[in-house]
């Protein structure tokens, strides 16, 4: 929404206002135990110094539907989408590896 984000985490949902975020990281690598499939992952940095825990995701945030599958090209494409929309809104975001 305009003034704070939700982020699923398994069945739970952590929503952090969008103010309290300093940086979003962004990080890639294969899934563990998976069939040459790509996971993206993700960690809030607020501005009191908290992080939260790597969050990861998949090409369901690019394709908008569930995938099973996922390209290293496609987690890319879907860091660049959650990038932009951060930046969008005023938030540092830095990409490793």
Do not use: H, P
Not at 9 to 16: C, D, F, K, P
């Amino acid at each position: 929404t305009d003034d704070q984000v939700s982020i699923g985490i398994g069945l739970v949902r952590r929503t952090y206002k969008l103010k309290d975020i300093r940086e979003v990281r962004f990080s890639k690598g294969k899934k563990f135990r998976s069939m040459g499939s790509w996971a993206g992952r993700m960690k809030i940095c607020k501005i009191n110094g908290k992080t939260s825990r790597w969050i990861e995701f998949d090409g369901t945030v690019y394709y908008k539907k569930m995938v099973y599958i996922t390209s290293e090209e496609i987690i890319d494409k879907s860091i660049e989408l959650l990038m932009k929309e951060f930046r969008s809104r005023g938030i540092q975001c830095n990409k490793y590896r």
